[in-house]
């Protein structure tokens, strides 16, 4: 099933996407993600320090802010001002935990990686386009640390990207839009990893349940799409391997 948008989806059924790398200059790592209607600014800064639970001496640290600019959505949403609502905390931990799991945290130290991601346009799934281009972001910004030879080994050890899956009037649908993640009857938003394991997961069956059955099918429908997402970020960065600059440490 596709959306109603007219935006042609892929065989596996994801919309259009989009990386447009080094949108803010002034960041190691940044990239604009559009996904069909959706676009989610990511950006990654390089902070000195790490919080008091961590050795400076020996690990670095990653975490993540979430938000949504008041013209992302119709009507207007209020600006969050000192404090974040509860979504939007939901949405910047589940980042911060899928990006932490792509990270060897001891292979850099004494730094922390703030990824924000701030919505420009929300059309569904925002949550998982910001964890897909938080990670390309992340790329970058371990490139810069990289070339400013502050790294002890290449810290990237998976590829993550994830994506939306539902029921829609009684038929699996993958990666949905706003028009149907309205009419849903199940959702799920799904991360993997590069081997297509998972890494997170958070459903909600909106009305009535979901059998087994039909959760294993999203969950298969979620691998093709994420598989193919992550040849796209792949084919964003210029990259075969995620681990390419591994070989450099060894």
């Known amino acids: 099933m596709n959306d109603d948008s007219g935006k042609k ?18 960041a190691p790592g940044s990239v604009l993600v559009e996904c069909g209607g959706t676009r989610v600014l990511c950006s990654v800064s390089v902070v000195e320090g790490v919080p008091g639970f961590l050795d400076p001496a020996t690990q670095g ?32 931990r589940l980042v911060g935990r899928s990006l932490r799991a ?34 390309v972001a992340l790329y970058d910004a371990l490139l810069w640390l990289h070339n400013e030879e ?24 993958v990666d ?3 028009a149907l993640d ?27 349940s979901v059998s087994v059955e039909r959760l294993n099918e999203l969950l298969v429908l979620a691998s093709g799409a994420i598989e193919e997402i992550m040849r796209l970020q792949r084919e964003a960065l210029g990259i075969e391997r995620f681990d390419e600059l591994a070989a450099e440490y060894d």
Not at 63 to 91: H, N
Not at 152 to 157: A, C, S
Request: hydrophobic share 40%; proline share 4%.
């Open 9 to 26: 989806r892929s065989e596996a059924g994801v919309r259009p996407y989009v990386f447009r790398r080094g949108f803010i200059g002034s």
């Open 61 to 92: 640290w990653l975490t993540a802010e979430y938000s949504m600019l008041p013209a992302s959505t119709s009507p207007r949403k209020a600006r969050e001002r000192g404090k974040s609502d509860s979504r939007s905390l939901e949405i910047q």
């Open 102 to 135: 792509a990270l060897d945290l001891t292979a850099f130290s004494g730094v922390t990686l703030y990824v924000d991601c701030d919505v420009l346009e929300a059309d569904g799934g925002t949550r998982t386009a910001a964890i897909t281009g938080g990670w």
């Open 150 to 173: 502050r790294l002890y080994r290449w810290p990237m050890v998976h590829q993550v990207a994830a994506v939306s899956v539902g029921v829609v009037e009684g038929k699996p649908v």
């Open 176 to 178: 949905l839009d706003f």
């Open 182 to 208: 309205s009419r849903a009857d199940f959702d799920l938003n799904v991360v993997m990893d590069e081997s297509l394991s998972l890494v997170e997961i958070q459903g909600t069956a909106e009305k009535g």
